[in-house]
């Protein structure tokens, strides 16, 4: 069976298609997009990288139901494609809401392309989308024959998730059992979370809570990243872990996957007992359709929007912090979750880590007895606890990190999702504040939709 082929990009990039597609005359327009790539054995994704609107004026024809421009206006793109090895997608607009491609589309579709693939000499996948006038999209990749094969997901990452599939979801035959048939929290929800997938990286306190509700969700993929195993002083935060797990050494990640599987609720599960940086986990993770991020090391954090900019993922980043006094008096409970968007702004812009605490990450991971007199940061500040008891408030911030994506996906907040970027909880004292959405990243933002190149995500820690 081939491959399925998907698209992302991002609410920016969905604005600017939109406004020049739509001007108001009640024409078709059309845009040729650069893309990146994540390719994939089973899923291959078409990345935006720039957009190129083709000028009103060039049109030789441009009518309600039709739209024609000469070939030529292509050639230096084509040439930057074939130069770089980047797909090329064709956008236009149907304004009278026409939810399927014409046959003037297949007559046109099938002149253009093969001369694409000709030009661009590699085997790399080019598509043909439709926008409608409610920001809809709808597609198909097209071979070097001219045969067509609809886009089996389409994806706009940005302050809201929209999604919009080849088929309509259709819920296993356990979850028809459950639920309402509303869009969020019902059959339609537990329909789609079956098509999309996610990565949890890091399986231990927060991370194997939200693994347990990303699969009772009935996520149809989960990919799960950990080196640790399992030990006697995590056995009291750590969800599905037994003794007999910590006597055995058993790896967090399998643990998880023995407790997905014993579910019986469909959700296929791909397992990495290794540390992120690795060629094969980054690979794993960027296949995925959102990210979560359960790591307590800068250099994770790093890693992940690296992943988030280059494959315009969604990227939630969770984190809690217990603060004592020496007596042992617990003086703060914290916790904090991010949603980063691909081109808006990162953990980085937003301090949550700095370059020099990613070096010295990278130094501790691959020279841990040169590291080994830097003081590690502790789970608990101020005093020496090696099985703190914080399950409850890591089932706390977990599941605000799962409504997150839930918000995201289903608006099921009452106010724009703008506003929520960062959530910070305060346990202690019983305050929640909610920062909005700031400036665009500049040290991630030159990288979206870049894709796969060598090495990965430009670290040579990944050349394979």
């Known amino acids: 069976m081939s491959a399925l082929v998907a698209l992302s990009l991002t609410e920016q990039q969905h604005g600017t298609l939109h406004g020049h597609l739509f001007p108001g005359d009640g024409k078709e327009a059309a845009a040729i997009a650069l893309c990146g790539r994540r390719d994939g054995l089973e899923r291959h994704r078409l990345l935006v990288r720039e957009i190129h609107p083709i000028p009103y004026d060039v049109c030789s024809l441009r009518a309600p139901d039709a739209i024609r421009?000469?070939?030529?206006?292509?050639?230096?793109?084509l040439d930057r494609a074939a130069a770089e090895g980047l797909s090329v997608v064709k956008f236009h607009s149907h304004p009278a809401d026409y939810r399927r491609f014409s046959a003037v589309d297949d007559q046109s579709d099938t002149a253009l392309f093969p001369g694409i693939h000709g030009w661009v000499d590699r085997?790399?996948?080019?598509?043909?989308?439709?926008?409608?006038?409610d920001g809809t999209l709808f597609g198909r990749s097209v071979d070097a024959d001219g045969g067509f094969a609809p886009l089996h997901m389409i994806t706009c990452v940005g302050d809201d998730i929209r999604t919009w599939h080849a088929r309509d979801p259709v819920p296993s035959a356990r979850a028809l059992r459950v639920g309402r048939p509303t869009p969020a929290f019902g059959h339609r929800m537990t329909a789609e979370c079956g098509q999309l997938s996610a990565a949890v990286v890091g399986a231990s306190g927060t991370g194997s809570i939200i693994i347990e509700q990303l699969a009772r969700l009935g996520f149809g993929r989960l990919v799960l990243a950990d080196p640790e195993r399992a030990e006697h002083k995590n056995m009291n935060r750590i969800v599905n872990a037994?003794?007999?797990?910590a006597e055995d050494g058993v790896p967090k990640v399998e643990i998880a996957r023995r407790a997905i599987e014993a579910m019986q609720l469909g959700t296929k599960v791909e397992i990495y007992a290794g540390n992120l940086v690795r060629r094969d986990i980054v690979e794993a993770v960027a296949g995925c359709d959102i990210i979560f991020g359960c790591v307590d090391s800068a250099e994770g954090r790093d890693v992940l929007s690296r992943i988030s900019s280059y494959y315009l993922l969604p990227y939630i980043d969770v984190g809690v912090r217990i603060g004592a006094l020496m007596d042992g008096t617990i003086d703060r409970i914290d916790g904090v979750v991010h949603y980063i968007k691909p081109g808006g702004s990162s953990l980085y812009s937003r301090q949550a880590y700095r370059q020099s605490q990613v070096a010295a990450d990278a130094l501790r991971r691959s020279n841990p007895l040169l590291y080994a007199e830097r003081q590690r940061e502790k789970y608990i500040d101020g005093v020496e606890e090696e099985a703190p008891a914080v399950i409850s408030v890591n089932m706390t911030v977990a599941a605000m990190a799962v409504n997150e994506m839930l918000a995201r996906l289903y608006l099921t907040r009452n106010q724009p999702n703008r506003s929520f970027a960062t959530l910070r909880i305060n346990l202690a004292e019983m305050e929640i504040e909610a920062v909005p959405e700031g400036d665009p990243c500049p040290l991630f933002g030159p990288v979206v939709g870049v894709g796969d190149i060598e090495p990965p995500l430009n670290l040579p820690e990944l050349s394979g």
Not at 69 to 77: A, C, H, K, S
Not at 126 to 133: G, R, T
């Open 242 to 245: 037994t003794w007999q797990d």
């Open 69 to 77: 421009w000469p070939v030529e206006w292509l050639d230096p793109l």
């Open 123 to 133: 085997p790399i996948i080019h598509a043909s989308v439709v926008m409608l006038q």
